[in-house]
């Protein structure tokens, strides 16, 4: 699983995905403040930063969950918009969200085909094809080479790579143009993360697909990503190729650039509960 055994994507690739001065908020609350990213064809690109940094907010905009104040969204050339998740998977947009969306009760291969279930009729009667999904799904899965004790165990009984295996694999079975993936990593165990890296490395190894990987751990995106976009508080403050800088530099700029901020919030704080203790000195005041 080495970047080197990977090609850089043509910088003659053609644009696939062009997010342009996207503003959001909710409310009182600043999601989001003129970001703007692109996405080349095969290309992997991660969104990392801070929790509340906005990396959700911004792809729930381009799977049509929420909609932009401002800004406007060009895919494969043309400016769309997407009013429901349903329409933006309609054009080849697939998003594995940070709660995923399996169905706990029901076995994985009716997990892989909800909501396109094969049927078959049976003396005029409609009923699903449940021989048929279970094959097909035991041998995608293979394809992946994802293991599972067996399609017919219902989801809840499988690990939590296990499960992020089978919803990212559902997500990639009608192939899509773009996979976005919210943090597929979170709760996983060394293992099980290095499952799931090693599935998003064999289809960028393909470039066929499109991914953004929203994840926390700088040393995974240095694995098996092309390019980083570095989001925080709702802007994008770095847009680097992975062979351009480091995981030092990455560092670095959350020190440097973050520090300064942090410090001057934090001496805010203290100075008003100086104030506040003030007065009640004599007394234990924690
Ligand atoms: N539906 C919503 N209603 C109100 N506020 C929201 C909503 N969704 C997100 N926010 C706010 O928008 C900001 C950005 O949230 P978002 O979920 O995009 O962050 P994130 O970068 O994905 O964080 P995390 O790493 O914790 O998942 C946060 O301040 C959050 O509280
Ligand atoms: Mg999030």
Do not use: F, W
């Given at each position: 699983m080495n970047e080197k055994d990977i090609p850089a994507v043509?910088?003659?690739?053609?644009?696939?995905l062009e997010m342009n001065h996207i503003s959001k908020s909710f409310g009182a609350v600043t999601?989001?403040?003129d970001v703007s990213i692109k996405l080349r064809k095969g290309e992997v690109l991660a969104l990392v930063g801070d929790n509340g940094a906005g990396k959700s907010t911004l792809i729930k905009i381009l799977s049509g969950f929420h909609q932009p104040d401002t800004g406007t969204i060009v895919y494969q050339g043309k400016e769309v918009h997407f009013d429901s998740p349903r329409e933006a998977r309609a054009h080849g947009i697939e998003t594995v969200y940070?709660?995923?969306?399996?169905?706990?009760?029901?076995s994985v291969y009716h997990n892989m085909f909800v909501g396109r279930e094969y049927h078959k009729r049976v003396l005029g009667l409609k009923l699903l094809d449940n021989r048929k999904m279970r094959t097909l799904a035991k041998t995608y899965l293979e394809t992946l080479g994802i293991e599972i004790?067996?399609?017919?165990?219902?989801?809840?009984?499988?690990?939590g790579g296990q499960r992020q295996s089978v919803a990212v694999a559902r997500s990639i079975y009608s192939s899509p143009s773009i996979l976005v993936l919210d943090?597929?990593?979170?709760?996983?165990g060394v293992r099980e993360s290095a499952h799931v890296l090693g599935l998003i490395q064999n289809l960028r190894r393909q470039r066929s697909v499109s991914i953004i990987l929203i994840v926390h751990n700088y040393n995974q995106v240095f694995e098996v990503c092309d390019r980083i976009n570095f989001l925080h508080s709702g802007e994008i403050v770095l847009d680097a190729s992975t062979s351009a800088t480091s995981e030092e530099e990455l560092i670095r700029i959350v020190k440097g650039g973050l520090g300064r901020e942090a410090i001057a919030a934090a001496a805010a704080e203290v100075s008003t509960v100086t104030k506040w203790s003030e007065p009640s000195q004599g007394g234990a005041s924690a």
């Open positions: 043509s910088p003659a690739a053609p644009v696939i999601a989001l403040v940070q709660d995923l969306a399996l169905i706990n009760h029901l004790p067996s399609v017919n165990s219902t989801v809840e009984l499988l690990s943090e597929p990593l979170a709760a996983l």
